[in-house]
T-cell receptor, first 116, second 109 residues
Framework: GAGVSQSPSNKVTEKGKDVELRCDPISGHTALYWYRQSLGQGLEFLIYFQGNSAPDKSGLPSDRFSAERTGGSVSTLTIQRTQQEDSAVYLC??????????????FGEGSWLTVV | EDQVTQSPEALRLQEGESSSLNCSYTVSGLRGLFWYRQDPGKGPEFLFTLYSAGEEKEKERLKATLTKKESFLHITAPKPEDSATYLCAVTGGSEKLVFGKGTKLTVNP
């Protein structure tokens, strides 16, 4: 597709369950980001993948959160034992390279997660 | 630690009433400042990137400017369809963008 694709667009899950969120970046983009946006808050960085380099996981809030990127393309964000405070919009983004090197970061529409 | 503060949090304008949104930042070695527009229930949509103080960029009714401490997004003669949340972000030595909380703009007809 032409843009960053995320699925599911909406997910309601029970507290304590595990969830997986998927991201298909723009074809050819080597950099992939996950951000979280809670109600009334700014975008919070979670994790960054660039090519074959080790991911920058510095924004993951706890060890319940993990992400992987297979084949340098599709990425999955997994939240284990979900808590109510995990309710947020999870946004995926991709770019050709580093944003400071003249590359634009493009966002998907997000996956809305509600933990009940 | 990189920080971005946007003001005001919310702005209500009448159609045709020009104004400016502010983005103040603290970053070690600015590599880029970004403006995005976000509509309700949607992902952020890229508007501009500015790289150095004094740089300006325009798109339709929007003009972004940059100094060493802040950026302004000027909106000239806004229309109701300009209503959205405008997000500012910076990148320094790291690869990630640090975002402000945004300014929610409402333009009344």
């Amino acid at each position: 597709g032409a843009g960053v694709s995320q699925s599911p667009s909406n997910k309601v899950t029970e507290k304590g369950k595990d969830v997986e969120l998927r991201c298909d970046p723009i074809s050819g983009h080597t950099a992939l980001y996950w951000y979280r946006q809670s109600l009334g808050q700014g975008l919070e960085f979670l994790i960054y993948f660039q090519g074959n380099s080790a991911p920058d996981k510095s924004g993951l809030p706890s060890d319940r959160f993990s992400a992987e990127r297979t084949g340098g393309s599709v990425s999955t964000l997994t939240i284990q034992r979900t808590q109510q405070e995990d309710s947020a919009v999870y946004l995926c983004a991709s770019s050709l390279g580093l944003p400071g090197a003249g590359n634009t970061i493009y966002f998907g529409e997000g996956s809305w997660l509600t933990v009940v | 630690e990189d920080q971005v503060t946007q003001s005001p949090e919310a702005l209500r304008l009448q159609e045709g009433e020009s104004s400016s949104l502010n983005c103040s930042y603290t970053v070690s070695g600015l590599r880029g400042l970004f403006w995005y527009r976000q509509d309700p229930g949607k992902g952020p949509e890229f508007l501009f990137t500015l790289y150095s103080a004094g740089e300006e960029k325009e798109k339709e009714r929007l003009k972004a400017t940059l100094t060493k401490k802040e950026s302004f997004l000027h909106i000239t003669a806004p229309k109701p369809e300009d209503s959205a949340t405008y997000l500012c972000a910076v990148t320094g030595g790291s690869e990630k963008l640090v975002f402000g909380k945004g300014t929610k703009l409402t333009v009344n007809p």
